[in-house]
């Protein structure tokens, strides 16, 4: 059995990537065949395969239009924006529809993402599939930048772009700072939105004391970050379910994340980790974690504990198996 992921923007390093090739490793050591294409780079025909694998909707449903021949059977994973967003957009709505009416089956990263999308789209019920992501691990890597000594480190794992709202991390972490001088936080990941990127930057350069932007790193060095940090932020303003924030809990790192969906459905507060809902909810979280070792490391480990049992790499690849298995037959 030979398996065409279609995800977008690869190889770039962002959630999309990181999913298709944990996916890829992962059925390969099922014994499937896979092979990745980008379905936002210049059209060429699909290579052959038995089966194609899409992820993002609206992506997929732009780069199906392109195609000569479209592929049959398909299945298409609902990744974030996706779901939360183009689902919604007045401009958007049709295309995604359209590509999941198409689609043999439908994945969703959980029952809440399957909610979602059964009230706008019921009739889609039959064959919407909800799998957990799996669990991204990292080979033993160093990192060139290490962090000081004596400080407490922040990261926040995101590529640049709006919906991912970063500058809300720096202003609210910048009151902290003033209170907690040995406070430092990192920003790691690609410029997504050059717009977003010139807010982001001028706010890092003012607060160059205590804020780094270390930008894009191969994938493979992110285990270094993780053993550095403290704690791991997301302050997005939607999400699907982001690997980095898995990555995080599954190295045993506490994650203060916003309440959104994808974040809510991984980390239950006060458990596995805290959800805010507004800034003053942040800086109290924030400032606990800075305080209270005890909690700092009980939410470390129940995290740990969550994504070794919720979120097997080995278990996400034998369910899409399972899928392709009974779509082929």
Known sequence: MKIILAAPNFPQPRGNTVTVRRIAAHLEKLGVQTEIVSTTEEVKPLPFGDLVHGFHAFYFYQFMQKLAERPDPYIVTMTGTDLNVDLFHPQKRGGVLSVLREAKAIHVFDEAAKTILLKEAPEFEYKVFPIAQGA??????????????????????????????????????????????????????????????????????????????????????????????????????????????????????????????????????????????????????????????????????????????????????????????????
């Open 136 to 329: 991204t691990g990292f080979p033993p890597s160093g990192l060139p930048l290490e962090k000081e000594a004596g400080t407490f480190l922040y990261v926040l794992p995101a590529g640049i772009r709006k919906v991912k709202n970063i500058p809300s991390a720096i202003s609210a972490l910048g009151k902290l700072h003033k209170k907690y001088p040995h406070l430092r936080l990192w920003l790691v990941g690609p410029v997504i939105e050059e717009a977003e990127a010139e807010i982001v930057l001028d706010l890092v350069e003012r607060h160059s004391g205590w804020v780094c932007c270390i930008g894009e790193l191969p994938h493979s060095e992110m285990g270094a970050v993780y053993q550095q940090a403290d704690a791991v932020l997301n302050t997005s303003l939607s999400e699907g379910q982001p690997a980095a924030i898995l990555e995080a809990m599954s190295y045993g790192l506490p994650v203060l994340v916003s309440n959104v969906q994808g974040n809510s459905g991984m980390v239950e507060n006060g458990s596995t980790g805290y959800l805010y809902n507004d800034e003053q909810e942040f800086l109290d979280y924030a400032e606990q974690l800075i305080n209270d070792d005890e909690a700092r490391q009980r939410l470390g480990q129940r995290a740990k504990q969550y994504a070794a049992e919720q979120h097997s790499s080995i278990r996400e690849a034998e369910a899409l198996l399972k899928i392709y298995k009974s779509l082929l037959q």
